[in-house]
């Protein structure tokens, strides 16, 4: 069975730009959550979508957003990006209980 | 709220020596623990977890960890280090409630010497 995908693998975008990140889940998962993991840490929660609902959210700005879709996959916009949004951007998907299968991730660039 | 600490950045063993990654968590409620790891360039895989039910949990690759409610602590240990285990490891805390986030832990690296 296919694990969690994640597209793009890598970007690279220019200050102020917007920038869509795009997951699918593992089938039968309804559950997507989206972490940013800046270069030296641990990742940071930012959203999670179960059954087409946002189910939490942390602590980011308003640029961050994200849906998720009726065949569960989710994307990730940021908009007004700023230099400090690079990072890798980790998806993770699960049936709804704690344990949470994570994409290889997209790697995320601002110049 | 739940948090961890991961009490050491960096830990340095040589191959065929044992390995400790020490982790202490803290949460308002009965808590999930797990370790993952991460290598260079690539995502996260799922090392073990504790869900409340064996305090002594195995996992793959020859780790293992020991739930100490007592001491807050979650530990990360393999007998026998071996080159391949050179990686980042992560602690992370959750609970059966709400959103289920997941709250890292800021990572240990670990390097195996030859």
């Known amino acids: 069975d296919a694990g969690v995908t994640q597209s793009p693998t890598h970007l690279i975008k220019t200050r102020g730009q917007h920038v869509t990140l795009r997951c699918s889940p593992i089938?039968?998962?309804?559950?997507v959550s989206w972490y940013q993991q800046v270069l030296g840490q641990g990742p940071q929660f930012i959203f999670q979508?179960?059954?087409?609902?946002?189910?939490g959210r942390g602590n980011f700005p308003d640029r961050f957003s994200a849906r998720q879709f009726p065949n569960y996959s989710s994307e990730l916009n940021v908009n007004a990006l700023l230099l400090g949004d690079s990072a890798l951007y980790l998806c993770?998907?699960?049936?709804?209980?704690?344990?949470?299968?994570f994409g290889p991730g997209t790697r995320l660039t601002v110049l | 709220a739940q948090s961890v600490t991961q009490l050491d950045s960096h830990v340095s063993v040589s191959e065929g020596t044992p390995v400790l990654l020490r982790c202490n968590y803290s949460?308002?409620?009965?808590?999930?623990l797990f370790w993952y790891v991460q290598h260079p360039n690539k995502g996260l895989q799922l090392l073990l977890k504790?869900?409340?039910?064996?305090?002594l949990v195995k996992g793959i690759n020859g780790f293992e960890a020991e739930f100490k409610k007592s001491e807050t602590s979650f530990h990360l240990t393999k007998p026998s280090a071996h080159m391949s285990d050179a990686a980042e490891y992560f602690c992370?805390?959750?609970?059966?409630?709400?959103?289920?986030?997941?709250?890292f832990g800021t990572g240990t690296r670990l390097k195996v010497l030859a």
């Open positions: 089938s039968g998962h309804k559950s």
């Open positions: 992370v805390v959750s609970i059966a409630s709400g959103t289920y986030k997941y709250i």
């Open positions: 979508y179960y059954e087409k609902e946002e189910r």
């Open positions: 504790y869900t409340s039910a064996a305090t």
């Open positions: 993770a998907s699960s049936s709804g209980t704690l344990e949470q299968f």
């Open positions: 949460s308002s409620y009965s808590p999930s």
